[in-house]
């Protein structure tokens, strides 16, 4: 029983350093620069094929504006860039929609006031506001939306694009109340807690 609870007692200490290291990991990494260009992709509706649609268009902006930018290295030049090359990236969403069997227009913009909701990645708020964006509107652009940051190119690696694995963040859009909640610097007391469990195990034992 004793080996039990202390192999437990491990466990939860591993459990603890790897969430401190993750916590870190993400704060160090998920920083987004001031001077970066975001995307926005609207889909036509929240039904499966359109949903699939706009994140086969996400997929292939992404690589494709990540050769495009090769050399871009001020938010002015990324956006001169991507100024001449939005007919081009209207024409792949464009053929995307197309091989999914629809006719729906596409519109594509740049624009330095986009509206973004709060979005979370693991311990990290994004706080919403108004940031300079590439919007593709597919459709009726009435579905869930996704975005990302294209510069400095920071898509493909949100997306795993080029990986073993592709993990996927869900967007979560909060309210104000809840990002104040949500956003605060408080940490779970894990090791108050775990020195109590130690402390009930074998604190009155010699």
């Not at 990494?29 to 949903?51: C, G, M, N």
């Not at 090769?70 to 209207?90: D, K, P, V, Y």
């Not at 009435?142 to 493909?156: A, K, M, S």
């Amino acid at each position: 029983m004793k080996q039990a609870l202390i192999y437990t007692f491990i466990c939860l200490f591993m459990v603890v350093g790897t969430w401190e290291s993750q916590q870190q990991y993400w704060m160090a990494e998920d920083s987004i620069p001031e001077d970066a260009i975001r995307l926005r992709i609207f889909s036509h509706s929240d039904a499966l094929v359109h949903q699939q649609i706009k994140r086969d268009v996400r997929d292939e902006v992404a690589l494709y504006t990540r050769e495009m930018l090769t050399g871009a290295t001020t938010q002015s030049e990324a956006r001169a860039t991507f100024t001449e090359q939005l007919t081009n990236i209207e024409d792949i969403a464009e053929d995307i929609v197309e091989r999914h069997g629809f006719d729906l227009p596409v519109d594509v913009s740049l624009s330095e006031d986009v509206e973004f909701p709060t979005k979370v990645y693991g311990p990290l708020v994004y706080p919403a506001g108004l940031y300079e964006a590439l919007v593709i509107e597919i459709g009726d652009g009435n579905g869930e939306n996704w975005w990302c940051v294209l510069f400095p190119p920071l898509c493909l690696t949100d997306l795993g694009i080029g990986t073993d694995e592709e993990i996927e963040e869900e967007e979560v859009e909060l309210s104000t109340e809840d990002v104040d909640k949500t956003g605060d610097n408080s940490e779970p007391e894990f090791t108050f807690f775990v020195a109590e469990l130690w402390d009930n195990w074998f604190g009155g034992k010699s």
